[in-house]
Every structure is written in structure tokens, then in C-alpha cells.
């Protein structure tokens, strides 16, 4: 990639409990958490698990929700997660997510076959749920 190609940097999600979530993401789906010792002292505003080199999700607490000025009508999105967000992951990474997850007594959905995406129809998918309810796809092409 070049320094010119836009790329997903960070997803923010809204959550009750930011160290629960960051050990849901370690835990159940096998992300790294990010800032979670300066978090839990204290001197970051919330902690974020690694998706990749490039793209990290933020674990942002609800409490933060009123301090959302940056944008009118920002503070009204907490509590409401996107649709969902998927993540593309290699097959042997993608079986390993799924046996994680149900291991964790996660529920995931049933798989399904050549969904579309942004690389065109993935071979297999399924969705599952984090303990505030964002929901996630999980994916692989290959």
C-alpha cells in the first residue's frame, strides 16, 4: 500500500464497561488490547484492541457519550452501534475465531456462502455479538 491509499484507521464502538470489552476482544475473537493499563489507571479516556497493523477498534464508555460536541447530534449515537462490522480473516484464522468464540459460549449464526464483500463473495461467514450488543461478521476469501 502506498501512503496515499485511504485505509480503515479505527472503528469506535460504544461500550458499558471498556475492560470487560477489551477482555471479551482478547479472550473470545483473539485481538490485542491497546492502552488498557493507562485506561484502567486512569490516564487515557479508553482503551482499543488491535485488528491489524493498521486499523484498531476503540472501546469508548457510554459515560463519554455527553462530552460528543464535535459534531451536532454526536452524543444521540451512543448506544446505537453501526449495523455491523466485518472482519476479513484468512480460513484457518477464521475457523479458529469461530471455535474461540463458541468455546467462549458465544453465539454465532449459522455459516453462510458467498456473501459479498469488498473483495467479492467470501467462501464462508457468520455474525456474532459482543456483550454490548455490536454485532460482527466474520469472513474469509480465500
Known amino acids: 500500500m502506498t501512503g496515499h491509499t485511504t485505509r480503515l484507521d479505527h472503528i ?3 461500550v458499558r464497561d471498556p475492560i470487560a470489552a477489551a477482555g471479551f476482544y482478547e ?6 488490547p491497546v492502552r488498557l493499563t493507562d485506561y484502567a489507571a ?13 486499523t484498531i477498534l476503540d472501546l469508548m464508555p457510554l459515560t463519554m457519550a455527553a462530552r ?13 452501534p453501526v449495523n455491523h462490522v466485518c472482519l476479513s480473516l484468512p480460513a484457518d484464522a477464521f475457523d479458529t475465531l469461530r ?8 453465539p454465532v449464526t449459522d455459516l453462510s456462502h458467498d456473501s ?12 456474532f455479538r459482543d456483550p454490548d450488543g455490536n454485532v460482527f461478521e466474520a469472513r474469509h476469501y480465500d
Open 68 to 80: 460528543m460536541t464535535m459534531l451536532p447530534g454526536a452524543a444521540e449515537s451512543s448506544g446505537h
Open 99 to 106: 471455535d474461540r468464540l463458541l468455546e467462549q459460549s458465544v
Open 42 to 54: 486512569g490516564e487515557v479516556p479508553f482503551p482499543s484492541v488491535r485488528v491489524n497493523d493498521e
Open 27 to 32: 479472550k473470545a475473537v483473539g485481538l490485542e
Open 12 to 14: 469506535v464502538l460504544w
Open 116 to 127: 459479498f464483500g469488498a473483495r467479492g463473495p467470501a467462501r464462508r461467514s457468520f455474525y
